[in-house]
């Protein structure tokens, strides 16, 4: 995971300081990251359950975070959401592996969630409206239970959704639902707000006036007209709190919730040269949407609190909304208004409130009655933890499944052999509760053990625990990469280059062919000015690890570094990077280092600024 910058709040009161200073994460352990995705197109099958009343059908993907992939209005006979015509993967997520498109949920920190590539448990219920389905699963960063139940009334989806603290201890909480929906050139976006907190990736957010946030005269509830992708949160009053994406023809999509849900967002790419390379790169040609999001906090940037064994709940109303097409053209309060009144008579916020306090009573608590998806077995073993079985109650019931968790159950059971066997690359666990596990004496000749005791040592900021733990982890044997992965982070860390190249390279002697240690080898040569040590380092790599577009990528940087431009620009002709990441200008860059003063072509061009 990319550490995320701190960001300055220009006008923000104390209180939004605090929650901007509070909580914020370094890391995604113990997930791993979820590279190693190609950009070629073939077909695949993916697990799914639908809902349908026959005015609505929801088709969800259990297997991919739960995300809802269509909403399809029956009534009028249109998609509400936007359907991304491919399900193509970009580094956009806290643990890099990220798509386009439906209704995201996002539990965690500032990002795209760790769980957004990864399978919820999820499973049929019964609900007041008929047969709903519940999503479920265990966030790992911050020991959360997250719980989302669907369910369709006449005309809208209705999730309801609680996150529940199963821990004495207080936590961060932070909670946003990102909404995707198609972006034409007259699409309007309005909520009912005056001002609006702004980000466009230049480190500040500032509030500004709504719908005219500068001087350009620009209408901002127009996403095709910004020439840059931008954040809009929008300061909304409650209690009748919504954002609304309507088309010219006065019909679209809704957002409402109960008032626990403050924030309020619009997110658009813009029309400028790096925003529309990023939707085709995200969605293919001819395809733009746009972003509605609603969140726990007025922004992203800020994390509110969490009691210990506490829980906290909302509902949130997703539906077709339509006004008179003439609406869509009215100045924007004018137009907000009218859509406020429309958004009214079709989900009162009464209704919501009661259909959530009769979900909390009477549904929350409900065993599920047939599971339809596995999610992690994590929650199993978190529970076995915390010697309950039930630590989130008969609601979400955590399954055993067979994956990773097998070795965290074995960790609690004090299987050490099962340990020493089937460890292997699993990301060691951090949080206090397993550190008191893994501090135990008989995992003390355990190679995995003490690499997972210097990991979190490392996390801690504990350098000093961490080189020891390292260290005996290599005389341990076993040929854990990350042990000399983890001593070069910290010679790099201590200005001892030699030291890391040492170490980066065993490293990867140990690990061939993973190609995210070769990734951070390299750059590591690079950012240092090692630039023929980054080539000599890339020439030893086997074929595959060598000619992805990463490498390539940085390969191009080394080139320059040591004046061979020609070479540099070849590489540029056809590179390719399927780990882009949001923000990221490294391509842009490496253009300008090769072709100073020239125009960027377009299928390198994702710079966003």
Known sequence: MRALPAIEAKGADEAMQQRMRYGRLTHSLPYARQSDYRRDDEELELPAVVLSNGVLTATVLPSLGGRVWSLFDHRRGRELLFVNPRLRFANLALTDAWFAGGIEWNLGTTGHTTLTSRPMHAAQIETGTGTGVRLWEWERTRDLVLQIDLALDDDHLVASTRVINPDPEPKPLYYWTNIAVPERTDTRVLAPAEFAWRTDYGGTISKVPVPYPDDSGVDLSFPSRSNRAVDYFFDCPPPDRFVAAVEPDGQGLVHTSTEELRGR????????????????????????????????????????????????????????????????????????????????????????????????????????????????????????????????????????????????????????????????????????????????????????????????????????????????????????????RGLALLAAARGELSEAMSRYAAACILAPDERTLWTERVEFLVDAELFAEA?????????????????????????????????????????????????????????????PGAPVPRHLDFHMG
């Open 265 to 484: 967002k619009l997110f658009l790419w813009g029309a400028g040269a790096g925003g529309d390379r990023w939707q085709e790169w995200l969605s293919g040609p001819d395809t733009r949407y746009a972003e509605i999001q609603a969140g726990w906090c007025p922004t992203q940037f800020e994390h509110d609190q969490i009691p210990g064994a506490a829980e906290v709940s909302w509902t949130e109303a997703f539906g077709a909304v339509e006004v008179s097409p003439s609406v869509t053209r009215l100045e924007y309060h004018e137009a907000a208004d009218l859509v406020a009144s429309a958004v009214a008579r079709a989900t009162p916020v009464a209704q919501l409130r009661r259909w959530h306090d009769r979900w909390r009573r009477d549904h929350a608590d409900r065993r599920p009655t047939e599971m339809l998806h596995l999610g992690s077995g994590w929650g199993a073993v978190e529970s076995l933890l915390r010697g309950d079985a039930r630590v989130a109650g008969a609601g979400v019931p955590f399954p055993e499944v067979d994956d990773s968790s097998v070795v965290g159950r074995a960790l609690v059971s004090g299987d050490v052999d099962l340990v020493r066997t089937s460890a292997g690359h699993l990301i060691p666990p951090v949080s206090p509760r397993w550190q008191e596990v893994l501090a135990q004496p008989r995992w003390d000749d355990v190679a995995w053990v003490r690499y997972a005791r210097a990991v979190a040592a490392h996390a801690a900021g504990d350098t000093a625990t961490a080189a020891a733990e390292y260290e005996a982890t290599i005389s341990l044997g076993g040929g854990i990469a990350g042990a000399e």
């Open 535 to 595: 080539l000599t380092a890339l020439e030893t790599a086997p074929p595959a690890v060598r000619d992805h577009g990463r490498h390539r990528l940085l390969a191009g940087f080394a080139l320059v570094g040591l004046g061979r431009r020609d070479e540099a620009d070849t590489l540029l002709a056809d590179l390719t990077v399927p780990d882009l990441a949001e923000g990221s200008g490294t391509v842009h860059q490496l253009w300008k280092l090769v072709h």
